[in-house]
């Protein structure tokens, strides 16, 4: 007999297995049409992700009700939204841009620093100080990127600096988002937060994407009249990447904080064996230990946050 108890172990489950499949392909769906298929537009391609999340939100949040509509209320919190999304739009093409020059595996163990900028912004931006023993969790952190570095066969500095912008301009919206919608009547859930931020992003995204790369639409028709699942490639990257965000939400609340990054330890471990396999990039044991080093003080670091906050 299955209690309910195991119906909800296999429901967290199957939305811990979408998320990381979300997660992962869009990840690899992107280094494909980035750097293997000819498609070299960051910019268009994050515009896409984002109106792909403004049209799915919005049938997510109104048609389908998976979370309760909230209104922006004041001029004030609009503005606090826009400045959200601007950061998160130059996290996304950072990323995105990284990607075009760096191994799946590189970008994830940049991109696992996250907890080192968030607390570095969080001192600077509240003046909140954590327990020294937090901090010196964070040293590993950022000595299994430096160790990575050195033993990255396919090292790029352009790529490898757009990678750690993109983990700082993240890092850098999560505390803002802290800040600036920090009061009751302000705060929105991820959800609705995405569906308003994804539409500003596009009309921020849309005419950067024609200045900056001014032949998108003229090769991306090109690629379509060559590769005939060119347009179903960008939708299904696209939706993917809603995806993301969408099982994020839904883990994040089926879960605890706790339980949520240590998956996402193990999603980025995930993510760097599963680009090995598909993409055969070469791969050093200095820079593998790196990584692990790297991971094991995220680890740390999440630990110690739970035990002395």
């Known amino acids: 007999m299955v209690t309910q108890s195991n119906k909800e172990f296999m429901f967290i489950c199957f939305l811990v297995s979408l998320w990381y499949s979300s997660n992962i392909g869009v990840i690899l769906l992107n280094k494909y049409l980035l750097s293997n298929y000819g498609f070299r537009f960051p910019i268009f391609l994050t515009m896409c992700h984002m109106a792909a999340c403004a049209v799915f939100s919005y049938i997510s949040i109104v048609f389908f009700k ?11 919190q609009f503005l606090k939204i826009a400045t959200l999304s601007i950061v998160f739009c130059g996290s996304v093409v950072g990323g995105n841009i990284s990607l075009r020059y ?14 080192f900028f968030t607390a570095v912004f969080a001192y600077f931006a509240t003046l909140k100080r954590e327990a020294w023993i937090t901090y010196a969790a964070l ?5 299994g990127v430096v160790i ?3 033993g990255e066969p396919g090292f790029h500095l352009f790529g490898f600096i757009m990678c750690l ?19 009751e009547g302000e705060k929105l859930n991820s959800m609705n937060l995405l569906l308003y931020m994804s539409p500003i992003a596009v009309v921020l995204l849309l005419p950067a994407a024609l200045i900056m790369e001014p032949n998108v ?14 347009g179903v490639l960008l939708f299904l990257n696209s939706a993917t990447a809603y995806a993301a965000n969408l099982t994020n939400f839904l883990v994040t609340k089926h879960t605890s904080a ?18 090995i396999l ?9 820079g593998m230990a790196g990584y692990t080093v790297t991971v094991m003080g995220v680890v740390a670091y999440g630990e110690t946050k739970r035990r002395f906050r």
């Open 278 to 286: 598909i993409f055969r990039n070469p791969v050093t044991f200095i």
């Open 165 to 183: 912008s993109a983990t700082a301009a993240r890092a850098f919206k999560s505390v803002l988002q802290g800040i600036l919608l920090s009061s």
């Open 66 to 76: 998976i979370v309760p509509q909230q209104m922006i209320k004041s001029r004030s």
């Open 102 to 115: 760096l191994a799946v595996s590189f970008n994830q163990a940049v991109g696992a620093t996250t907890p």
């Open 258 to 275: 706790l339980t949520l990054q240590v998956l996402g330890n193990a999603k980025g471990a995930v993510a760097v064996v599963i680009s």
């Open 139 to 143: 040293v590993p952190v950022v000595a």
């Open 148 to 150: 990575a570095s050195g």
């Open 217 to 230: 639409i003229d090769v991306t028709l090109s690629l379509g009249k060559e590769h005939k699942f060119m």
